[in-house]
């Protein structure tokens, strides 16, 4: 009977410190192969932290903003179900919204959302965007070819899966290359223009890996207790650049004495 009593005690004690924690709203704003999926299950790692993924994926679900409000509502309701819900206390809550998933098409409502509702915004692109163009051609081979026993994988969790996608070389079209990779750095740089007046904190993927402090900052902006997380997702494209376009010598013409001449160089 004192078991159970103090069994029931304690679980109410658990429940009241749950209720009484506030909980901080977030979304992750980010592209296509920008280390996102990555990102997001390190974050999941945390116990107190659930972040459920591309929910406006489909379509049918930002038809017009008012689909995009309800949806809104139920995830940061805490209300939406998904892997990334926590039997813990919950005290950060968000989604990933990507940019080609509704978030510009809406940006005025979304913004007025996000301030009205004390989300906070964390933009995650990458400083190498001819690596993500390699990864974004890559990720089209895979869904056409297959290799992994036929089946799609945008993200992997073994050695030898990165291995056997990393072994395709695409073919980089040099003619709009730069044009390409300005219209990219424009865009993130519109995305962030657009929400710069709600509370944002901008990471970047290669940041992030390389320095794990990082890490810790961005659990402090979203208001949990900072502490070591880990992703199973194995990173498929680790080779220098020249070993993994089929043309290097065709790109590396094309972008040196260019404002993107860096991006030949860096890992």
């Known amino acids: 009977m004192i078991i159970a009593f103090l069994f029931i005690t304690l679980n ?90 509704g978030l510009m098409e809406y940006n005025k409502e979304a913004l007025a959302y996000f301030q009205k509702e004390g989300v906070s915004v964390v933009f995650l692109f990458r400083h190498n965007l001819l690596r993500r163009y390699v990864s974004i051609l890559a990720n089209q081979f895979d869904k056409e070819a297959k290799p992994l026993n036929g089946t799609h994988k945008s993200h992997v969790h073994s050695r030898f899966e990165a291995q056997v996608l990393a072994a395709f070389k695409p073919e ?8 390409y990779l300005r219209r990219i750095k424009e865009i993130s740089h519109d995305t962030i223009a657009s929400f710069k007046s709600v509370r944002h904190k901008i990471v970047y993927y290669e940041d992030i890996v390389k320095y794990p402090g990082q890490v810790l900052k961005i659990q402090e902006f979203l208001g949990v207790i900072p502490r070591k997380l880990t992703s199973l997702h194995v990173k498929i494209h680790t080779q220098p650049l020249s070993k993994q376009i089929q043309n290097w010598l065709e790109v590396y013409e094309r972008l040196k004495g260019t404002e993107f001449e860096e991006f030949l160089g860096v890992k």
């Open 12 to 101: 109410h004690l658990l429940m009241i410190e749950c209720f009484c924690t506030p909980v901080h709203n977030f979304v992750i704003v980010s592209m296509q192969r920008c280390g996102s999926g990555w990102f997001e299950a390190l974050l999941n790692s945390h116990p107190n932290v659930s972040s459920h993924g591309e929910v406006f994926l489909d379509e049918t679900k930002r038809d017009n903003f008012g689909s995009i409000k309800k949806i809104l509502d139920t995830i940061y309701n805490l209300d939406w179900k998904s892997s990334a819900s926590k039997n813990d206390c919950t005290s950060a809550v968000g989604f990933k919204w990507m940019l080609n998933q």
């Open 172 to 179: 980089v079209n040099v003619t709009h290359l730069p044009l």
